[in-house]
C-alpha cells in the first residue's frame, strides 16, 4: 500500500512551513510541495470554510491528488468580528503583515477599545482536504485572547505580534518558539485534528 499524498495548497511559505510541522509526522501520510506554476487561488467565499475549500479544490484539480488548505481569520469583538474572513488582506490586497497590524492597532484605538476587556479577539483555522473522487473532510481550531496595544515579539507572522493567548501571562505568539505556538494555537489545533482523522484514512493503492 502506498502512503497518503496531500498536495499543500497555501501559497504563503510561512502557513506550510506549520502544516508541514504539524502534518509531517503522520504515519502513512506524504506532504508534497504546491507546484509552482499553479497560479493563486482567488478567495472570493464569505466563510473560512468556502475560502478553504476553494485553495484546496483547485489544487486538487490542477494536480490530480488530494490537496490540504486552511483558511483563518482574527474575529475581534470591539471591531464586530472584524477582520475576520478577510484577514490576510485587512489593508489591502497587496498588504503586508506590517501593514494589517498596523491598521488592526489603529482601528481599536478609532474606537476607543483600550481596555483588555475591549481588546478581546478569536483566532479560527479551517484544514480542509478534497480528494479528486470528491470527498472532503475539514476540521476547526480556534483560540482566545487579547490584542496588545503594541507589537511584541520577532517570531511567527502575520498578526502573531499583537495576539496574545489566553492562560499565557500576555505573551504574544511572536514570543513563543514555533513549538509552543503549534501546541496551542488555531492552525496547530486544526491540524492536529486533521492529522487525527488522516491517521484513520486507508491509504491511496
Given at each position: 500500500?502506498?502512503?497518503?499524498?496531500?498536495?499543500?495548497?497555501?501559497?504563503?511559505?510561512?502557513?506550510?512551513?506549520?502544516?508541514?510541522?504539524?502534518?509531517?509526522?503522520?504515519?502513512?501520510?506524504?506532504?508534497?510541495?504546491?507546484?509552482?506554476?499553479?497560479?493563486?487561488?482567488?478567495?472570493?467565499?464569505?466563510?473560512?470554510?468556502?475560502?478553504?475549500?476553494?485553495?484546496?479544490?483547485?489544487?486538487?484539480?490542477?494536480?490530480?491528488?488530494?490537496?490540504?488548505?486552511?483558511?483563518?481569520?482574527?474575529?475581534?469583538?470591539?471591531?464586530?468580528?472584524?477582520?475576520?474572513?478577510?484577514?490576510?488582506?485587512?489593508?489591502?490586497?497587496?498588504a503586508t503583515y506590517a501593514d494589517?497590524?498596523a491598521k488592526l492597532v489603529s482601528?481599536?484605538?478609532?474606537?476607543?477599545?483600550?481596555?483588555?476587556?475591549?481588546?478581546?479577539?478569536?483566532?479560527?483555522?479551517?484544514?480542509?482536504?478534497?480528494?479528486?473522487?470528491g470527498g472532503e473532510v475539514w476540521?476547526?481550531?480556534?483560540?482566545?485572547?487579547?490584542?496588545?496595544?503594541?507589537?511584541?515579539?520577532?517570531?511567527?507572522?502575520?498578526?502573531?505580534?499583537?495576539?496574545?493567548?489566553?492562560?499565557?501571562?500576555?505573551?504574544?505568539?511572536?514570543?513563543?518558539?514555533?513549538?509552543?505556538?503549534?501546541?496551542?494555537?488555531?492552525?496547530?489545533?486544526?491540524?492536529?485534528?486533521?492529522?487525527?482523522?488522516?491517521?484513520?484514512?486507508?491509504?491511496?493503492?
Amino acid at each position: 500500500m502506498s502512503p497518503q499524498r496531500l498536495v499543500i495548497a497555501s501559497a504563503n511559505p510561512d502557513k506550510a512551513a506549520e502544516i508541514v510541522a504539524i502534518l509531517g509526522g503522520v504515519p502513512g501520510l506524504e506532504l508534497l510541495p504546491r507546484p509552482p506554476d499553479v497560479p493563486d487561488v482567488e478567495e472570493t467565499g464569505e466563510t473560512l470554510i468556502e475560502n478553504a475549500r476553494l485553495k484546496a479544490i483547485a489544487l486538487m484539480e490542477a494536480t490530480g491528488l488530494a490537496a490540504v488548505s486552511d483558511d483563518t481569520g482574527l474575529e475581534v469583538d470591539a471591531l464586530g468580528g472584524a477582520p475576520g474572513v478577510y484577514s490576510a488582506r485587512f489593508s489591502g490586497q497587496h498588504a503586508t503583515y506590517a501593514d494589517n497590524v498596523a491598521k488592526l492597532v489603529s482601528e481599536l484605538e478609532r474606537v476607543e477599545a483600550t481596555t483588555p476587556e475591549r481588546r478581546r479577539a478569536t483566532f479560527r483555522s479551517l484544514a480542509f482536504v478534497a480528494y479528486p473522487d470528491g470527498g472532503e473532510v475539514w476540521t476547526e481550531g480556534r483560540v482566545t485572547g487579547v490584542i496588545t496595544p503594541r507589537p511584541l515579539g520577532l517570531g511567527g507572522f502575520g498578526y502573531d505580534p499583537v495576539f496574545a493567548p489566553d492562560g499565557f501571562g500576555g505573551r504574544t505568539f511572536a514570543q513563543m518558539t514555533p513549538e509552543e505556538k503549534d501546541e496551542i494555537s488555531h492552525r496547530g489545533r486544526a491540524f492536529r485534528a486533521l492529522a487525527e482523522l488522516l491517521g484513520d484514512q486507508p491509504a491511496s493503492s
